[in-house]
């Protein structure tokens, strides 16, 4: 049985864990423009859910809930994972968005062999995001020979 979904989520998201959620959504918002979309909270005010929306993709905003999942910040500012986000346009814009609202960032805005322009920014829990927008067309093989793969 098919049942439509009707958050309308795309076939991908990523979870991403806070050790303070609600000020995770405010900055998401700031500095990398992401529109909050769900915000769920229990009958004492503590977030249970939430999801944020970019283009057509989305991310979930969530608490450290459990042992197996922690914020960097819990880590010792260790990630496993990175959320990359692609942009129509406006790569360095939103650099200097992130940057005004006190994103560290780790990478500038640099053109890539295979045609992307990227930079990568540090949230305020340690969580690192890589930006990237198409700025010029590569052939694979063009790109596979650059890359030495």
């Given at each position: 049985?098919t049942?439509?979904?009707p958050?309308k989520?795309?076939?991908?998201g990523?979870?991403i864990f806070y050790?303070?959620?609600?000020?995770?959504?405010?900055?998401?918002?700031k500095a990398?423009?992401f529109?909050?979309s769900?915000?769920?909270?229990?009958?004492?005010?503590?977030?249970?859910?939430?999801?944020?929306r970019f283009?057509?993709?989305y991310?979930?905003?969530?608490?450290?809930?459990?042992?197996?999942?922690?914020?960097?910040?819990s880590?010792?500012?260790?990630?496993?994972?990175?959320?990359y986000?692609?942009?129509?346009?406006?790569?360095?814009?939103?650099?200097?968005?992130?940057?005004?609202?006190?994103?560290?960032?780790?990478?500038?805005?640099?053109d890539?062999f295979?045609g992307?322009?990227?930079?990568?920014?540090?949230d305020?829990e340690?969580?690192?995001?890589?930006?990237?927008?198409?700025?010029?067309?590569?052939?694979?093989?063009?790109?596979?020979?650059?890359?030495?793969l």
């Amino acid at each position: 049985m098919t049942v439509d979904d009707p958050f309308k989520h795309s076939t991908l998201g990523s979870g991403i864990f806070y050790k303070n959620p609600r000020a995770a959504l405010i900055w998401l918002e700031k500095a990398f423009g992401f529109e909050p979309s769900m915000v769920v909270s229990d009958a004492d005010g503590r977030l249970v859910h939430s999801e944020m929306r970019f283009g057509d993709g989305y991310v979930i905003v969530d608490a450290e809930w459990a042992d197996h999942v922690a914020s960097p910040a819990s880590v010792a500012g260790k990630n496993t994972q990175s959320v990359y986000v692609r942009l129509k346009d406006g790569i360095d814009a939103h650099c200097d968005r992130a940057r005004a609202a006190g994103a560290e960032i780790v990478q500038e805005p640099a053109d890539q062999f295979y045609g992307e322009r990227q930079y990568r920014a540090r949230d305020p829990e340690g969580h690192v995001w890589t930006f990237s927008q198409t700025v010029r067309s590569v052939p694979r093989e063009e790109a596979e020979r650059l890359g030495d793969l």
